[in-house]
């Protein structure tokens, strides 16, 4: 019995542990010109077990995942394989090499009742014949031509010959004939007319989709539409180093199930993946021409840098770096995706002006003795380019217990006191945001504006900003009561496991955005930016060209918090 109960747990824990079979995923990405698996870790599932699945070796997964030799595998989490022939360690030589896992077919050409084909002489025969042996390789949306002709071992120029090919671009499982290496195909024969290579684009009118992002009736004009987008994605992602940037994976992550969501719709999208802080790849002329739209890279040195090279028809978007508004007016080819913090400080001072009435009295704070700040000088010239009439009021923090009697003397206690905030000074707002609500309870009525970065200052409770009815203007605001933002949730947890961050929601709302313009206007999408106000998942985005240069995103949302402690869009 003794021996039977000490080998009890070790039969049990043998038994339990099955581990989980890995199935090689569907989707790959090009991170750096190298084509990557993109693996979700199921339970049980060991870095042996998916290296083997994937015919790749331990330490090609560790070159692509650093990280992993601290952290190790974890359930849901994503990790990058690189696809066999980008791997870098060397595989133990075999006696045959296999041949590329790669969609073959033969070209057997059908018996027709045709005279004319049957009249053919023997050395045309002769040529068909070899010809049709040819390999026929099935296009998927990750791969370019050098991809392809590395595969077979080709030449690009004899791939392009061979298929009759006058440009780089590639349909979405285009067919393409794959010559032997070293022999040049004079006379393709491809079959059926309808297998031809070469789609011909047919110019339509549009008609407006039900489920369309753009809410506006669609305007008359004629476009070419694409069921397949070329868009390219650079990031600092940070993927060859152990500290990987999370805001930037978590931008990249929205972005990969916007793509989704645009697949169910029937667009197909060939994304391209550069991580910028890794210079050893860098974009070529080609890579710009060939792609729709290019979404970064972050910062607004980088994109000032990439512009100088882009091709004027290749549009390049700033997803997340406001500073970078000054590119718009230098640049036709760029959009600037983050709303400035200009146009929210006019908002705001529009907003103050449609609220004020004759028995109101507006005052803007602003801090004594302390060097004016750009956000400052902004905000006081928003509120004199809005025309409206106020009363200053300044004062130092170390004068804050001694302003309530000075301040009293500028309110009114008949109408409604509107209080704007010119200071981006933690400890300045606090103070005001004190002084504000000890008025309050004695009967003064207060409604407080401010800039969007009051919502995270952490000295200032909450409550506070409910008992000032605080108005603020964003260029991001969430929703979690709509049903869209629900579905996002649903998805994004499903997939990933974890909550999305404001950056997985922006790289969501500007994927689905572009890739749905593109699609729907062809090449003219960048003509119908203007168009439409177009209300995403955290973002409003209002389009406006300036100078008849690039483009800037003046698009914001209201909201107001509540003294019953609601906070409120006002659309």
Same mark, same amino acid.
């Given at each position: 019995?003794?021996?039977?109960?000490?080998? !009890?747990?070790?039969?049990?824990?043998?038994?339990?542990?099955?581990?989980?079979?890995?199935?090689?995923?569907?989707?790959?990405?090009?991170?750096?010109?190298?084509?990557?698996?993109?693996?979700?870790?199921?339970?049980?599932?060991?870095?042996?077990?998916?290296?083997?699945?994937?015919?790749?070796?331990?330490?090609?997964?560790?070159?692509?995942?650093?990280?992993?030799?601290?952290?190790?595998?974890?359930?849901?989490?994503?990790?990058?394989?690189?696809?066999?022939?980008?791997?870098?360690?060397?595989?133990?030589?075999?006696?045959?090499?296999?041949?590329?896992?790669?969609?073959?077919?033969?070209?057997?050409?059908?018996?027709?009742?045709?005279?004319?084909?049957?009249?053919?002489?023997?050395?045309? /025969?002769?040529? /068909?014949?070899?010809?049709?042996?040819?390999?026929?390789?099935?296009?998927?949306?990750?791969?370019?031509?050098?991809?392809?002709?590395?595969?077979?071992?080709?030449?690009?120029?004899?791939?392009?010959?061979?298929?009759?090919?006058?440009?780089?671009?590639?349909?979405?499982? /285009?067919?393409?004939?794959?010559?032997?290496?070293?022999?040049? =195909?004079?006379?393709?024969?491809?079959?059926?007319?309808?297998?031809?290579?070469?789609?011909?684009?047919?110019?339509?009118?549009?008609?407006?989709? +039900?489920?369309?992002?753009?809410?506006?009736?669609?305007?008359?004009?004629?476009?070419?539409?694409?069921?397949?987008?070329?868009?390219?994605?650079?990031?600092?992602?940070?993927?060859?180093?152990?500290? $990987?940037?999370?805001?930037?994976?978590?931008?990249?992550?929205?972005?990969?199930?916007?793509?989704?969501?645009?697949?169910?719709?029937?667009?197909?999208?060939?994304?391209?993946?550069?991580?910028?802080?890794?210079?050893?790849?860098?974009?070529?002329?080609?890579?710009?021409?060939?792609?729709?739209?290019?979404?970064?890279?972050?910062? @607004?040195?980088?994109?000032?840098?990439?512009?100088?090279?882009?091709?004027?028809?290749?549009?390049?978007?700033?997803?997340?770096?406001?500073? +970078?508004?000054?590119?718009?007016?230098?640049?036709?080819?760029?959009? /600037?995706?983050?709303?400035?913090?200009?146009?929210?400080?006019?908002?705001?001072?529009?907003?103050?002006?449609?609220?004020?009435?004759?028995?109101?009295?507006? =005052?803007?704070?602003?801090?004594?003795?302390?060097?004016?700040?750009?956000? +400052?000088?902004?905000?006081?010239?928003?509120?004199?380019?809005?025309?409206?009439?106020?009363?200053?009021?300044?004062?130092? $923090?170390?004068?804050?217990?001694?302003?309530?009697?000075?301040?009293?003397?500028?309110?009114?206690?008949?109408? %409604?006191?509107?209080?704007?905030?010119?200071?981006?000074?933690?400890?300045?707002?606090?103070?005001?945001?004190?002084?504000?609500?000890?008025?309050?309870?004695?009967?003064?009525?207060?409604?407080?504006?401010?800039?969007?970065?009051?919502?995270?200052?952490?000295?200032?409770?909450?409550?506070?900003?409910?008992?000032?009815?605080?108005?603020?203007?964003?260029? !991001?605001?969430?929703?979690?009561?709509?049903?869209?933002?629900?579905?996002?949730?649903?998805?994004?947890? +499903?997939?990933?496991?974890?909550?999305?961050?404001?950056?997985?929601?922006?790289? !969501?709302?500007?994927?689905?955005?572009?890739?749905?313009?593109? @699609?729907?206007?062809?090449?003219?999408?960048?003509?119908?930016?203007?168009?439409?106000?177009? !209300?995403?998942?955290?973002? %409003?985005?209002?389009?406006?060209?300036?100078?008849?240069?690039?483009?800037?995103?003046?698009?914001?949302?209201?909201?107001?918090?509540?003294?019953?402690?609601?906070?409120?869009?006002?659309?």
């Amino acid at each position: 019995m003794a021996i039977a109960i000490l080998s !009890y747990p070790a039969s049990l824990t043998a038994q339990d542990y099955i581990g989980t079979p890995v199935t090689v995923s569907k989707e790959k990405v090009r991170i750096n010109g190298k084509i990557c698996y993109s693996h979700i870790v199921l339970e049980k599932q060991t870095l042996f077990s998916i290296a083997k699945a994937y015919n790749v070796t331990v330490d090609d997964i560790y070159m692509m995942n650093p990280s992993l030799k601290e952290t190790g595998l974890k359930k849901n989490s994503i990790i990058l394989i690189p696809a066999p022939e980008a791997a870098k360690t060397p595989e133990p030589k075999k006696k045959e090499e296999p041949k590329p896992k790669v969609e073959v077919q033969e070209v057997v050409p059908e018996e027709k009742p045709d005279s004319k084909v049957v009249e053919k002489s023997e050395k045309k /025969q002769e040529k /068909q014949v070899k010809t049709v042996k040819q390999k026929v390789h099935v296009r998927k949306w990750y791969e370019d031509l050098d991809v392809i002709a590395q595969k077979y071992g080709v030449t690009v120029e004899a791939l392009m010959k061979a298929n009759n090919l006058t440009g780089r671009k590639l349909a979405n499982r /285009q067919k393409l004939i794959i010559p032997e290496p070293g022999e040049i =195909i004079e006379e393709p024969v491809t079959g059926e007319k309808e297998e031809m290579i070469h789609p011909t684009d047919t110019t339509v009118t549009i008609e407006p989709a +039900a489920d369309s992002l753009h809410k506006e009736e669609e305007k008359p004009w004629i476009f070419s539409p694409k069921d397949e987008v070329a868009m390219t994605m650079i990031l600092p992602l940070r993927a060859a180093e152990e500290n $990987i940037s999370r805001n930037n994976l978590d931008f990249y992550c929205g972005a990969l199930l916007a793509v989704y969501d645009m697949a169910e719709k029937g667009i197909s999208t060939d994304l391209d993946i550069y991580d910028s802080a890794d210079g050893s790849h860098k974009m070529t002329e080609d890579d710009l021409q060939r792609s729709d739209v290019v979404i970064g890279p972050v910062s @607004s040195s980088d994109l000032g840098r990439l512009l100088e090279v882009a091709p004027e028809q290749t549009m390049i978007v700033s997803p997340l770096d406001q500073r +970078a508004e000054p590119l718009a007016f230098s640049h036709r080819n760029f959009i /600037q995706a983050p709303t400035p913090h200009k146009v929210q400080y006019d908002d705001l001072a529009k907003w103050i002006r449609e609220d004020t009435e004759a028995v109101d009295t507006v =005052i803007i704070f602003t801090e004594k003795g302390a060097a004016k700040t750009e956000a +400052a000088r902004m905000m006081i010239e928003s509120a004199d380019s809005a025309r409206i009439t106020y009363i200053p009021f300044s004062y130092s $923090i170390l004068e804050g217990r001694d302003v309530l009697n000075p301040l009293k003397e500028k309110m009114t206690l008949t109408g %409604t006191n509107r209080i704007l905030i010119a200071s981006e000074s933690e400890a300045f707002v606090n103070d005001v945001v004190r002084n504000l609500n000890i008025l309050i309870h004695e009967k003064y009525n207060v409604v407080l504006y401010a800039p969007s970065k009051i919502r995270s200052f952490e000295t200032i409770e909450v409550e506070n900003f409910h008992n000032t009815s605080l108005h603020v203007s964003l260029g !991001y605001y969430i929703d979690y009561e709509s049903r869209q933002v629900k579905d996002f949730l649903l998805k994004y947890r +499903a997939l990933y496991n974890t909550e999305p961050t404001q950056f997985a929601f922006q790289g !969501y709302d500007l994927t689905a955005l572009f890739i749905e313009s593109c @699609s729907r206007y062809g090449g003219r999408w960048p003509e119908m930016l203007s168009s439409d106000d177009i !209300y995403m998942l955290q973002s %409003t985005f209002r389009y406006r060209k300036v100078e008849d240069s690039g483009y800037v995103n003046n698009g914001v949302r209201r909201i107001v918090y509540g003294k019953d402690w609601t906070v409120t869009e006002i659309k």
